[in-house]
């Protein structure tokens, strides 16, 4: 009799933990799972170590951020329904406790996240301010080559006029008003003027990159480029892929020249990219087609990839031509 009591007893036991075991299951492996989630993000973000081994970059952060938080919601809501269920068998002290943990994790991403885009945007102003010291460098080098050189130019120009030498003398101008261009679009490169960091970082970049290429590039700029009715992110890829395939033809001519004008009007703004080419028949439609080239060993995507970026916008148009030796873009974005 009294075996068979104990026997009873055991049994009983055995199912009460297992009935618990089964319904604090999901309970402790959400917590546990965002308890781990939580705390790898947050080493991650503090060992700059583990951010180079992952290659972690702010775009990618961002996406652990908003997952965590994501998840963090689907677990409070998970738990509520859970507490709902059994919540005549989970004693109320616990499930109050469970949902002030979980909604403090959900508190502490959300506050990350805006963090991490806080974070964001003070990279991309340092990165534009490395590149406006290395633009002033560079214009300082070449004002202290000019005025070592001044009294030889006025000495120059002086022969010139004193053999009445007129042609020699606009040959002689022409050299010394490209040299005077270039200190000019090293003015202008200037984050004051291009007044949008992802556009003067993608400009000054660009320039640069040219520069090396010995590719004069030429920039103008006439517009408020604070103020653009455009995805900032879809407008940086498509001047990238315009000015990449800019750098890319002009290379190979003999002018080895690109244009950059940005101006505006009362109703639109224009972003036109002119470089000189080599070949005037260039199928101003087909260089649009996907995996379609001019040049072997290319994709072909960058320009499919232009083409449907401006599928999805309304307020877009780009307008290409092809004379003369000169291949222009010319991006159009109304206000």
């Not at 055991?10 to 199912?15: A, C, G, I």
């Not at 469970?98 to 963090?115: D, E, G, H, P, V």
């Not at 806080?118 to 560079?138: F, G, R, S």
């Not at 996907?290 to 780009?318: F, P, R």
Request: charged share 20%; with cysteine.
């Amino acid at each position: 009799m009294n075996f068979c009591i104990n026997e009873l007893s055991v049994n009983t036991v055995l199912s009460a933990v297992s009935i618990n075991s089964f319904i604090n299951f999901p309970i402790f492996f959400s917590l546990s799972l965002v308890l781990i989630l939580s705390v790898s993000y947050y080493f991650i973000i503090a060992n700059k170590s583990m951010k180079k081994i992952l290659v972690i970059s702010a775009f990618s952060l961002k996406k652990i951020v908003l997952f965590n938080v994501f998840f963090e919601l689907f677990a409070v809501i998970l738990q509520l329904i859970i507490f709902y269920v059994y919540r005549n068998t989970i004693p109320l002290s616990f499930t109050i406790t469970t949902i002030i943990c979980l909604t403090l994790f959900f508190i502490i991403n959300m506050i990350s996240l805006l963090r991490t885009k806080k974070l964001e945007q003070i990279q991309k102003e340092l990165d534009a301010e490395k590149l406006y010291n290395k633009t002033l460098t560079v214009l300082h080098d070449n004002l202290r080559g000019f005025k070592h050189d001044f009294d030889n130019i006025v000495q120059s120009i002086g022969g010139y006029i004193s053999l009445n030498d007129m042609e020699g003398l606009k040959k002689y101008y022409s050299h010394l008003f490209e040299d005077c261009k270039q200190s000019n679009n090293l003015n202008i490169l200037n984050p004051q003027i291009i007044n949008n960091p992802s556009i003067y970082s993608l400009l000054t970049q660009k320039y640069f990159i040219a520069t090396e290429k010995g590719i004069k590039m030429n920039v103008e700029v006439f517009t408020d480029l604070s103020n653009i009715n455009f995805n900032i992110y879809e407008l940086s890829r498509i001047l990238g892929i315009l000015l990449d395939n800019a750098i890319e033809a002009a290379q190979y001519t003999d002018e080895k020249l690109i244009e950059v004008e940005l101006r505006s009007n009362t109703k639109k703004q224009f972003f036109v990219i002119t470089n000189s080419c080599k070949d005037d028949n260039i199928s101003t439609t087909k260089i649009f087609e996907k995996g379609y080239s001019t040049k072997e060993h290319n994709t072909g995507i960058g320009l499919w990839n232009v083409h449907n970026i401006l599928a999805k916008n309304e307020n877009a148009d780009l307008f290409t031509t092809v004379k003369n030796h000169k291949f222009m873009q010319q991006l159009e974005i109304f206000y």
